[in-house]
């Protein structure tokens, strides 16, 4: 690797029945290499943390999880690591975590935190439809892009902040269901998009497009700074 490239891990952990983590890092490295990032892909969080004790964190980490296990030291190890300048894309299932009732989890609280929201449910049925992806044109991730129609799962999110930057979201009668937002968090970046359940996602050249910019944006050194 040239000492000028800036470098990606794609990290997968979970439960791989429901989500096709698999088919997801595949398309995460060949997005995140075309960027121009040196990518590869590893699986579990405790992969990262050991990264960490040897300050070898990446540039930028694509965090696609499905739950598995994710305690409080990975959970800070993450976090120090965006304080410190790493970039974080958390694509879908990433915000899925253990719940207390109502509430996410105490034991999951620092990564709902960093990340920002966390999946509360399907809401009413159908739990998926095809639906236009509105966008908000101001922000270097969606500047250029048209609204799109997309073939996707519903989610419904609790934020963990009050004014998320919100950059691409659908209608439904409770209101704007948020797909696309970002936060910066002391010298690093983080962003959200709901969208990744499956191959038809994949094939959509916008959402190709606006991975492709999240990871411009958010990376250690991106666009914008």
Same mark, same amino acid.
Not at 13 to 18: I, K, L, N, Q, T
Not at 74 to 102: C, E, K, N, R, Y
């Given at each position: 690797?040239?000492?000028?490239?800036?470098?990606?891990?794609?990290?997968?952990?979970?439960?791989?029945?429901?989500?096709?983590?698999?088919?997801?890092?595949?398309?995460?490295?060949?997005?995140?290499?075309? &960027? =121009?990032? $040196?990518?590869?892909?590893?699986?579990?969080?405790?992969?990262?943390? +050991? %990264? /960490?004790? !040897?300050?070898? #964190?990446?540039?930028?980490?694509?965090?696609?999880?499905?739950?598995?296990?994710?305690?409080?030291?990975?959970?800070?190890?993450?976090?120090?690591?965006?304080?410190?300048?790493?970039?974080?894309?958390?694509?879908?299932?990433?915000?899925?975590?253990?719940?207390?009732?109502?509430?996410?989890?105490?034991?999951?609280?620092?990564?709902?935190?960093?990340?920002?929201?966390?999946?509360?449910?399907?809401?009413?049925?159908?739990?998926?439809?095809?639906?236009?992806?509105?966008?908000?044109?101001?922000?270097?991730?969606? &500047? =250029?892009? $048209?609204?799109?129609?997309?073939?996707?799962?519903?989610?419904?999110? +609790? %934020? /963990?902040? !009050?004014?998320? #930057?919100?950059?691409?979201?659908?209608?439904?009668?409770?209101?704007?269901?948020?797909?696309?937002?970002?936060?910066?968090?002391?010298?690093?970046?983080?962003?959200?998009?709901?969208?990744?359940?499956?191959?038809?996602?994949?094939?959509?050249?916008?959402?190709?497009?606006?991975?492709?910019?999240?990871?411009?944006?958010?990376?250690?050194?991106?666009?914008?700074?």
């Amino acid at each position: 690797m040239l000492p000028d490239t800036l470098n990606a891990t794609v990290l997968i952990a979970g439960d791989d029945v429901y989500e096709d983590l698999l088919g997801a890092s595949m398309e995460l490295v060949e997005i995140a290499s075309g &960027a =121009g990032m $040196a990518t590869r892909a590893r699986v579990g969080l405790g992969s990262f943390a +050991e %990264l /960490a004790r !040897s300050g070898e #964190t990446p540039d930028l980490l694509l965090l696609y999880t499905a739950m598995g296990e994710c305690t409080s030291a990975q959970q800070q190890a993450l976090s120090d690591a965006v304080a410190g300048g790493m970039g974080i894309l958390a694509i879908h299932t990433a915000v899925v975590f253990p719940t207390d009732g109502d509430s996410v989890a105490p034991t999951h609280h620092t990564l709902f935190e960093l990340l920002g929201s966390r999946y509360s449910s399907h809401g009413p049925q159908p739990h998926e439809s095809r639906f236009t992806v509105m966008l908000d044109r101001q922000h270097p991730i969606t &500047a =250029g892009l $048209a609204d799109f129609e997309v073939g996707h799962e519903h989610y419904r999110l +609790e %934020l /963990a902040m !009050s004014e998320p #930057t919100v950059l691409a979201w659908r209608e439904t009668a409770e209101g704007r269901e948020p797909l696309l937002y970002v936060s910066e968090r002391g010298a690093g970046r983080v962003c959200y998009l709901q969208l990744g359940h499956d191959m038809r996602v994949w094939q959509e050249p916008t959402v190709r497009a606006l991975i492709t910019r999240a990871i411009e944006w958010t990376r250690r050194g991106g666009t914008e700074r």
